[in-house]
């Protein structure tokens, strides 16, 4: 798109992060939405100001998740929404380090047509559903997008998207209105199917790992701050409230994704650092087995080349480079007779004890007391027998040029209900059991309900094995009765 100039600061960022991930093997990890940073988004959306004034529903939403988020295995999650009229069902990564929502479309130019996830994948087709319009780049939704108006909007040229992740992947189309399909929250382990009007990327042209098609989803569910987001929308339009959160389950797969206010299990939180492109927090300290390493305190600033990001679509953990290798050491010293080999880029070894046992904790330590505890079975992850690979990287050495970012992705975050308060603009999160459930409240009437963790891949995979189970039956049955 014309819009990517290269003056923009967003676009540096970009080259910059891809550089910085591309090591990180094939499987996306870092993933950095570059469309609107660098400009303001002057542009309030008055109409949907206007229209969260009429009545709040505020509603909770139950997405239902699977994947397993291991490096060596998909390393994503996935939620399940349904999109049109009629309603079709597709599989999005969630992913709160980018914006906006958007699916592959027919028409488009490398799309993944099947997927190794045992997923179904659709094409969305905007003149197949009842309720799919193009967006034109004259509408509102479009100028404030785009941080002003689309020099050369002329008549009713669509309005085009495009967006760029770390891993040098990128997609690229038109925004659509339709209708999506959620989960709505009604009662404990209950919820009835809700709609809402929300625009989203029409994926024409899919480049890099997001066109291939082992891993293949439908699309990104980006859950970042900005008000082209799904999250937004719905807020906008008066449905929910701006609060979500997530529990990966590395242990069971799936886990849980919910938008509204949970009261069950309290979470301890710790403010966003204001006006940044990422959930940015404040990281103090860092523990190690009980000592702190010695870092100086610059190196935890934050600000557009600076700290400490919370991304629940990179699956490893990044620090600069002083973190790094003081962390390793820290870790490593009491094995100083294990011999490394590289599997992928990832740092592996031999162990055939309990690496809970034989590695200590690491604590990371943020403004206002909270703390991400990390074990040793979250910070290395399996890859066979007795094998263990690191999932802390040095960001500082990929990136050639110092960035000293630190980068908090899936491995350290699952197993935690992590809450994103945008509201209240604080994030926080709590040890927790993610194939249990946790309890939200409805806005609207004040009662509390259940909801529940999912597996959805797996319970494709059930259907699936019952319906032929049923199959078989009838066909024993048919042949007895003959
Ligand atoms: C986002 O939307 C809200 C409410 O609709 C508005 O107050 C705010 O100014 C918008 N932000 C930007 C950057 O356009
Ligand atoms: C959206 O929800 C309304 C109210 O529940 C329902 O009447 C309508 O059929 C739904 N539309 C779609 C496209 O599902
Ligand atoms: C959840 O789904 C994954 C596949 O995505 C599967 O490997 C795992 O066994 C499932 N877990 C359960 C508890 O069914
Ligand atoms: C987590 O919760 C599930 C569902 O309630 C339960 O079956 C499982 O035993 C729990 N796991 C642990 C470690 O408590």
């Known amino acids: 798109m014309a819009s990517m100039r ?93 914006d906006i929502l958007w699916v592959n479309c027919i028409s488009c130019v490398r799309c993944p047509k099947k997927s190794d996830l045992g997923i179904q994948l659709t094409l969305y087709d905007p003149k197949g559903s009842q309720s799919g319009n193009l967006v034109s780049c004259k509408e509102n939704f479009c100028s404030s ?28 189309g038109y925004f659509v209105t339709d209708f999506l ?60 409230s701006k609060v979500f959160s997530h529990c990966l389950d590395t242990i069971n797969g799936g886990g849980i994704f919910a938008i509204g206010r949970v009261v069950q299990p309290k979470v301890k939180t710790t403010p966003l650092v204001p006006n940044q492109l990422h959930y940015n927090v404040n990281l103090k300290k860092i523990e190690v087995g009980g000592t702190f390493l010695r870092l100086p305190t610059d190196l935890f600033e934050t600000g557009d080349r600076k700290g400490t990001i919370i991304d629940s679509g990179t699956t490893l953990s990044y620090l600069p480079d002083e973190a790094y290798t ?8 009491n094995h100083q007779g294990l011999s490394f080999h590289t599997i992928q880029d990832f740092l592996c070894f031999q162990y055939p004890g309990s690496v809970d046992d034989g590695f200590p904790e690491v604590v990371f330590h943020f403004e206002n007391s909270l703390l991400l505890n990390v ?30 970012m630190f980068l908090l992705g899936d491995l350290v975050l699952s197993n935690k209900l992590v809450l994103y308060d945008l509201e209240n603009q604080v994030i926080g999160w709590t040890e927790y059991n993610c194939s249990s459930s946790i309890q939200i409240k409805d806005e609207k009437t004040g ?33 007895m009765v003959h």
């Open 6 to 98: 290269s003056s923009s600061p967003l676009l540096v960022l970009f080259l910059v992060l891809s550089v910085y991930s591309r090591q990180a093997s094939g499987a996306g990890f870092l993933k950095v939405q570059n469309k609107f940073a660098g400009r303001n988004r002057t542009i309030a959306d008055l109409g949907a100001h206007d229209s969260r004034r009429r009545g709040r529903i505020l509603a909770a939403i139950d997405l239902p998740l699977g994947g397993l988020g291991l490096p060596t295995d998909t390393g994503l999650y996935y939620a399940q929404i349904g999109i049109g009229t009629p309603s079709k069902n597709y599989y999005v990564q969630v992913d709160t380090g980018s």
């Open 145 to 172: 997008a785009n941080g002003g108006e689309i020099p050369g909007c002329l008549g009713n040229i669509p309005c085009q998207y495009s967006v760029m992740y770390g891993d040098g992947s990128s997609t690229a």
């Open 181 to 240: 399909q959620y989960e709505q929250v009604t009662g404990h382990h209950q919820t009835k199917q809700a709609n809402a009007s929300v625009t989203f990327g029409c994926g024409a042209q899919q480049a890099g790992d997001l066109g291939s098609s082992s891993e293949a989803l439908d699309g990104i569910l980006g859950f970042g701050q900005s008000n082209s987001s799904m999250l937004s929308q719905l807020a906008s339009a008066g449905k929910v």
């Open 326 to 333: 003081k962390l390793y050491d820290a870790v490593f010293a």
């Open 375 to 404: 074990y040793p079975h979250d910070y290395f992850f399996q890859n066979g027998d007795s094998i263990y690979c690191l999932g802390f990287q040095n960001g500082g050495v990929q990136s050639k040029d110092g960035k000293d």
């Open 447 to 479: 009662a509390i309900y259940a909801v529940d963790a999912h597996n959805i891949s797996s319970a494709y995979r059930f259907e699936l094995g019952l319906s032929i189970m049923l199959l078989l039956l009838m066909i024993m049955i048919l042949c």
